[in-house]
């Protein structure tokens, strides 16, 4: 069994990388342009948080080093991804996002790892108490798919929903829950079962709609605004290793 659930890690953390690294073709559009222009930084925080808190995870929790460095990568990649961002945001926008990097991706992560080694002494209470604050965060940031999809039923288009990103949710969500299972582990398959039911709902809508009359979309979206539409869907799949 546990030769099975590392076989079954390593392909969730082949997708993972992948996903962690979706995001390129954007902030390589950022680098040429030397600006953000309309994209949101947001997102990238909040998946650098994830990816950190998730590496603590996988460090303290024996058994669990799949999980550790595969969002050790993610932190990395998100890391340049933020960087770039502050690197070329608007000046009226680099002091509140550096701000909001400093409370997300610095004083929380820290917080969270000095409180809960403080609050226990043993090692498993600190490990499933990181597990906890981990899962929840993940269970929070699915609000995405949620607004991708009812924008999908409003519009009945899939413009906004690229089935690849909704491929990989799905498929991601499936692979990591699947680890869980076999590690039983209830932190990684309660965010991992819940990304697979919400991939399987944008699979199932993309198939109802992908060749639906499209009603009520604005002729004046930009494209900036489409990518951004597609990046926020999908920031959420990184977080789910």
Same mark, same amino acid.
């Given at each position: ?15 993972? %990388?992948?996903?962690? &690294? ?7 559009? !950022? $680098?040429?342009? /030397? @600006?953000?222009? +309309? ?60 701000? %909001?990097?400093?409370? &997300? ?7 969270? !790892? $000095?409180?809960? /080694? @403080?609050?226990? +002494? ?74 697979? $039911? ?44």
């Amino acid at each position: 069994m546990a030769e099975a659930s590392f076989y079954i890690g390593v392909i969730g953390n082949v997708i993972s %990388v992948l996903v962690f &690294l979706s995001p390129v073709e954007t902030f390589w559009k !950022i $680098v040429k342009r /030397r @600006s953000t222009e +309309e994209y949101k930084s947001l997102p990238y925080i909040c998946t650098l948080l994830g990816s950190s808190l998730w590496t603590y995870y996988g460090i303290v929790t024996p058994g669990e080093y799949l999980v550790s460095t595969v969002n050790g990568f993610g932190a990395l990649v998100e890391t340049i991804y933020v960087s770039l961002f502050l690197f070329y945001a608007p000046r009226h926008l680099k002091l509140k996002t550096v701000v %909001v990097v400093a409370m &997300l991706n610095v004083f929380f992560p820290i917080a969270a !790892i $000095v409180a809960t /080694r @403080s609050a226990f +002494e043993d090692e498993k209470m600190r490990s499933q108490s990181i597990g906890f604050i981990s899962a929840g965060l993940n269970i929070i940031m699915y609000g995405s798919p949620l607004s991708a999809m009812k924008t999908v039923v409003t519009t009945k288009s899939v413009k906004y929903m690229p089935f690849w990103l909704s491929f990989f949710l799905f498929l991601n969500g499936a692979i990591w829950a699947v680890y869980a299972l076999l590690q039983h582990d209830v932190f990684l398959l309660v965010p991992n079962g819940v990304g697979f $039911v919400f991939g399987t709902m944008q699979l199932i809508l993309y198939g109802i709609y992908r060749n639906a009359k499209p009603v009520g979309l604005s002729n004046g979206l930009s494209e900036i605004a489409q990518d951004e539409e597609e990046g926020l869907t999908s920031r959420v799949v990184p977080l789910l290793s």
